[in-house]
Nanobody
Framework: QVQLVESGGGLVQAGGSLRLSCTAS????????MGWFRQAPGKEREFVAA????????FYADSVKGRFTISRDNAKSTAYLQMNSLKPEDTAVYYC???????????????WGQGTQVTVSS
């Protein structure tokens, strides 16, 4: 059974940094694009960043561009989201997802993690 497990969330002050990890099991990781999404209380899930199978192509939501970096290590079946200069509005549950396409459309991702909470205090 495919599993995606996120880790690295927590509480951080505004301006701080966190690195999220997403480790896959029972999945041919190198065959899948990876995406990060987030959902804040009372809001819809939104796209954050995506990376293609090789790591050679990435793209970001405008709200995080220049602050967040997505990467992957196919040998470790792990994707990362480095988050710098965090703002209170980044507070959300962050989810990783695996899919056949490198896209911001959440319905194109077939596998999802359980989420990890990120809280940024002002």
């Amino acid at each position: 059974q495919v599993q995606l497990v996120e880790s690295g969330g927590g509480l951080v002050q505004a301006g701080g940094s966190l690195r999220l990890s997403c480790t896959a099991s029972e999945l041919t990781f190198r065959n899948f694009a990876m995406g990060w999404f987030r959902q804040a209380p009372g809001k819809e899930r939104e796209f954050v960043a995506a990376i293609n199978w090789s790591g050679g192509w990435t793209f970001y939501a405008d709200s995080v561009k220049g602050r967040f970096t997505i990467s992957r290590d196919n040998a470790k079946s792990t994707a990362y989201l480095q988050m710098n200069s965090l703002k209170p509005e980044d507070t959300a549950v962050y989810y990783c997802a695996a899919g056949a396409q490198t896209t911001q459309e959440s319905n194109k991702y077939g596998y999802w993690g359980q989420g990890t909470q990120v809280t940024v205090s002002s």
